[in-house]
């Protein structure tokens, strides 16, 4: 099993930045494959970004690209997203999730990935 907790939402002005981290800890192998979703009010579950495990491949939302880098760190099993020029429909609460490596199986579909933190609040005030 593999335990994923998310942290540093919080509230900011639109154009601002935040950077969630997601902390992996028990058989953390398993998580070859890490991504950020984020979920609306009303809303889909919505892929953002993912990367491979050795930080090599990278895959962002067209809504994201170029406003979010997704990075990690293996030695502290953490994955990182850094998120700038926030626009208010940014808000949502992120869920980062994690998965092992299946070749021909989509990075952006969360049914795909088995374990999830338990999501973190990002609100956008305009």
């Known amino acids: 099993q593999v335990q994923l907790v998310e942290s540093g939402g919080g509230l900011v002005q639109a154009g601002g930045s935040l950077r969630l981290s997601c902390a992996a800890s028990?058989?953390?192998?398993?998580?070859?494959?890490m991504a950020w979703f984020r979920q609306a009010p009303g809303k889909e579950r919505e892929f953002e970004a993912a990367?491979?495990?050795?930080?090599?491949?990278?895959l962002y939302a067209d809504s994201v690209k170029g406003r979010f880098t997704l990075s990690r760190d293996n030695a502290k099993n953490t994955v990182y997203l850094q998120m700038n020029s926030l626009k208010p429909e940014d808000t949502a609460v992120y869920y980062c999730?994690?998965?092992?490596?299946?070749?021909?199986?989509?990075?952006?579909?969360?049914?795909?990935?088995?374990?999830w933190g338990q999501g973190t609040q990002v609100t956008v005030s305009s």
């Open positions: 999730a994690g998965r092992p490596n299946r070749e021909l199986v989509q990075w952006t579909i969360p049914t795909t990935y088995n374990y």
């Open positions: 990367i491979n495990w050795s930080g090599s491949s990278t």
């Open positions: 028990g058989r953390t192998a398993s998580a070859s494959v």
